[in-house]
């Protein structure tokens, strides 16, 4: 007799668990939150429990590409709800980190005081108040975590954290131009949360690198037809909730 599926589960579960320690420690040392290595790991496996649960073969995506989707959205969740002293909201949290890696490309230049400030103000489309305060959430909460941390990729290349923060990565044709993109932001609660996880990978949103279709349609495990329509439906939603 073949396996039940709970034993199918156990069975990927345990056989995956490498990928948990990876994404956790890639993740541990990000943004000098709170948490331990102990604590992504368990918010980790939660993520790969979940993809054991409902992961399907027949879809032929491979269960290491669909699992680290899973895995690093429990791992990122965890340290938005609860690796900092003040609460962060993933939209704050997003925004700090524009306002950051355009700090940090003006620092090259000497910017400092209301020149530096009116410099993000042009280049992030916030309001000067937005920029004041994530520059102060940046020192209290984050406490000036530096761009240049090294995160792992997937293949395991070292990549600064600033670049992933705003490199475009090869993706198909740019759908939104920035001032979307801002929009696109504000209005991600009007979505459902596969729509939500859709737009967040397709356009590199909340530090994720962006995504292709193909990449997006192997963690879904659809087609990337199906991705491409889900992501048009979204953003119609948006600019219908914005009109």
């Given at each position: 007799a073949g396996e039940s599926p709970e034993e199918e589960e156990t069975e990927l579960f345990e056989q995956n668990r490498g990928l948990v320690i990876h994404a956790a420690q890639k993740y541990v040392n990000l943004f000098n939150h709170t948490l331990g290595l102990d604590d992504l790991v368990n918010s980790g496996s939660i993520g790969l429990m979940t993809a054991a649960r409902s992961y399907d073969p027949s879809k032929g995506a491979k269960f290491s590409t669909y699992a680290t989707y899973w895995i690093r959205d429990s791992i990122l969740k965890e340290i938005y709800n609860t690796g900092f002293n003040i609460r962060v909201s993933n939209h704050q949290f997003e925004r700090i980190m524009k306002v950051q890696a355009i700090k940090k490309r003006y620092d090259l230049e000497h910017l400092e005081g209301d020149a530096m400030i009116d410099a993000i103000v042009r280049d992030s489309g916030f309001s000067r108040d937005e920029v004041e305060r994530c520059l102060q959430l940046d020192q209290e909460v984050l406490r000036q975590a530096s761009l240049n941390t090294k995160v792992g990729n997937d293949e395991g290349e070292a990549a600064e954290l600033g670049d992933i923060a705003v490199s475009p990565d090869n993706v198909e044709?740019?759908?939104?131009?920035?001032?979307?993109?801002?929009?696109?932001?504000?209005?991600?609660?009007?979505?459902?949360?596969?729509?939500?996880?859709?737009l967040i990978l397709r356009y590199g949103l909340f530090h994720q690198k962006r995504?292709?279709?193909?990449?997006?349609?192997?963690?879904?495990?659809?087609?990337?037809?199906?991705?491409?329509?889900?992501?048009?439906?979204?953003?119609?939603?948006i600019r219908n909730a914005m009109s």
């Open positions: 044709d740019q759908v939104l131009d920035e001032q979307q993109i801002q929009e696109l932001y504000d209005s991600l609660d009007q979505l459902s949360e596969e729509e939500r996880n859709i995504h292709t279709l193909r990449e997006i349609a192997e963690q879904y495990q659809v087609s990337p037809e199906a991705i491409r329509q889900r992501e048009q439906h979204a953003i119609k939603t």
